[in-house]
């Protein structure tokens, strides 16, 4: 709910060829925060572009606009994986 409602309010604001969103998780822990907006991400650069996101689009968004860090490294190391296998299946 959090992160619909921000993202939310960015697109009302924010015009879609502007500059790419970039998210940052302070405290990552399993990803979930990050997952549910890599998901909206390429929903949003779908909604642009028209076309869906292609393997190289997918890799920009999840290289480029998506940063986490924890203290835990289980917990990266699992939200790392989540973030492949969603990376897989929108692919």
Not at 2 to 7: E, S
Not at 59 to 74: M, P, S, T, V
Request: net charge neutral; charged share 25%; glycine share 8%.
């Amino acid at each position: 709910l959090l992160v619909r409602g921000a993202l939310h309010a960015l697109d009302r604001d924010t015009p879609m060829g502007s500059d790419p969103v970039r998210i940052l998780d302070p405290a990552a822990g399993a990803g979930v925060f990050l997952l549910t907006a890599f998901r909206h991400l390429v929903e949003r650069r779908w909604r642009q572009a028209g076309i869906r996101p292609d393997t190289k689009v997918l890799r920009e968004i999840l290289y480029g606009q998506l940063a986490g860090f924890d203290i835990n490294e289980a917990a990266l190391r699992f939200a790392a994986l989540g973030l492949y296998l969603i990376s897989i299946e929108l692919d």
